[in-house]
């Protein structure tokens, strides 16, 4: 899904607070090949859009006519309210160098859990720097074959020679491990014996009393 986007004008608190009354969303495109450019754009419209490429880490966005690829660099919202507050995309082109954020996909958590074992995501994402070209739509890491207490390292990923990522190949990105009610004994059963044995005791003594 394209994000259709207007050029803005205006600009200052004002102006972008009478924006957002209207249910519009003020944001900026800047690069390394083009002057800032101040737009706004729908707010119903940039949720469908999120939702539409999540995970993507290029969207594909237009400028009256004007067709651009972008990254999102930053976005400022309130989530109690649902409101977004402004938008920063990054102009790419082919040719460029950029870092950026590429999620990690994991498949195959069912087998894990058919094994009795918990799949634990260490990372999620990693950040990377490379060619706008080789930009990956995301990593992925399948877990289908682990076994309880096995884990994969960055290392054993299969990343490009042309993609350099941030993290040190030792880094765990993901791990298998056993639930906690099946390792540590729960402290309420054993309180609770304590408790029915104090009891019993309790109720000897006052039945010899009596006798």
């Known amino acids: ?35 800032p ?20 880490p290029v969207y594909d966005i237009n400028v009256e006519n004007e067709d651009k690829k972008v990254v999102i660099k930053e976005i400022q919202e309130r989530p109690w309210k649902n409101e977004y507050i402004h938008v920063d995309f990054q102009e790419i082109h082919k040719g460029e160098t950029i870092h950026l954020v590429i999620p990690i996909h994991f498949h195959g958590a069912e087998e894990v859990e058919k094994k ?3 799949l634990n995501k ?17 990593f992925h890491v399948d877990v289908s074959q682990l076994e309880i207490h096995d884990s994969i390292h960055l290392r054993d990923m299969d990343i490009p020679e042309n993609i350099k990522v941030s993290e040190e190949e030792e ?7 056993v639930p906690r009610a099946l390792v540590e004994p729960t402290e309420t059963g054993e309180e609770g014996e304590g408790v029915e044995g104090e009891e019993g005791e309790e109720s000897t003594s006052e039945e010899t009393t009596e006798e």
């Open 122 to 138: 260490n990372i999620q994402e990693l950040d990377v720097v490379c060619q706008v070209e080789d930009i990956p739509e995301g």
């Open 1 to 35: 899904m394209k994000l259709e986007c207007k050029k803005r004008e205006g600009t200052g608190k004002e102006f972008n607070r009478r924006l957002r009354k209207e249910k519009e969303v003020p944001g900026i495109i800047y690069g390394k090949k083009s002057e």
């Open 171 to 177: 880094r765990t990105i993901c791990s298998v491990t």
């Open 116 to 118: 009795g074992g918990i």
């Open 37 to 56: 450019l101040n737009i706004m754009f729908k707010e119903n419209e940039f949720v469908k859009f999120l939702r539409a490429n999540h995970g993507k």
